[in-house]
T-cell receptor, first 112, second 114 residues
Framework: DTAVSQTPKYLVTQMGNDKSIKCEQN?????MYWYKQDSKKFLKIMFS???????INETVPNRFSPKSPDKAHLNLHINSLELGDSAVYFC???????????FGSGTRLTVV | AQSVSQHNHHVILSEAASLELGCNYS??????LFWYVQYPGQHLQLLLK??????LVKGIKGFEAEFIKSKFSFNLRKPSVQWSDTAEYFC????????????FGTGTRLKVLA
């Protein structure tokens, strides 16, 4: 049983396309996150939802839109993909501030 | 501004050597501190965490870290590294209230030579 699962694992697409990444957690956590890890391994938070409510929305282009249909799912939709969007996107969930994150296995997005 | 600094970007050690990775943070208020490990091609996994009590915390795989409040530091240590410890190590800090946004350090790439 995968705790935090992301699909797809790899995504190669052309500039200008629209794509989505899905994330599901079966841990019963209330809070979910999207992080972007660039080529230098730097991790930066993008969004966070707590029980379907957006609580963190960092400075991210409007082309990125998260959607949380329920507290177990947090999807990321990206419009008009650009070369600079190439990165690994990690989904994570948390039971609370003392417990740390459980990360998904990541989605490697390559925009060509 | 909130930040986490990991001064060692790349560390190369031989097996059985001792390890210490530095982490300093700048964050107002009470904090929780974490170390995560990312093995090649894998996702981040929690190594250990501190939120209160004994400033010396022990984690998985023989790792430990010491929180020194006066120095705003949370250094990671292991007395004897193994080849399988080759990975990227990330320090992270979050406040104990609010949105619990984590700030990650830039990571330290550890390579252990067999």
């Amino acid at each position: 049983d995968t705790a935090v699962s992301q699909t797809p694992k790899y995504l190669v697409t052309q500039m200008g396309n629209d794509k989505s990444i899905k994330c599901e957690q079966n841990l019963g956590h209330d809070t979910m996150y999207w992080y972007k890890q660039d080529s230098k391994k730097f991790l930066k938070i993008m969004f966070s939802y707590n029980n379907k409510e957006l609580i963190i929305n960092e400075t991210v282009p409007n082309r990125f839109s998260p959607k949380s249909p329920d507290k177990a799912h947090l999807n990321l939709h990206i419009n008009s993909l650009e070369l600079g969007d190439s990165a690994v996107y990690f989904c994570a969930s948390s039971q609370g501030v003392h417990y740390g994150y459980t990360f998904g296995s990541g989605t490697r997005l390559t925009v060509v | 501004a909130q930040s986490v600094s990991q001064h060692n970007h790349h560390v190369i050690l031989s097996e059985a050597a001792s390890l210490e990775l530095g982490c300093n943070y700048s964050y107002g208020g009470t904090v929780n501190l974490f170390w995560y490990v990312q093995y090649p091609g894998q996702h981040l996994q929690l190594l250990l965490k501190y939120f209160s009590g004994d400033p010396l915390v022990k984690g998985i795989k023989g790792f430990e870290a010491e929180f020194i409040k006066s120095k705003f530091s949370f250094n990671l240590r292991k007395p004897s590294v193994q080849w399988s410890d080759t990975a990227e190590y990330f320090c992270a800090v979050t406040s104990t209230s609010g949105t619990y946004k984590y700030i990650f350090g830039t990571g330290t790439r550890l390579k252990v030579l067999a």
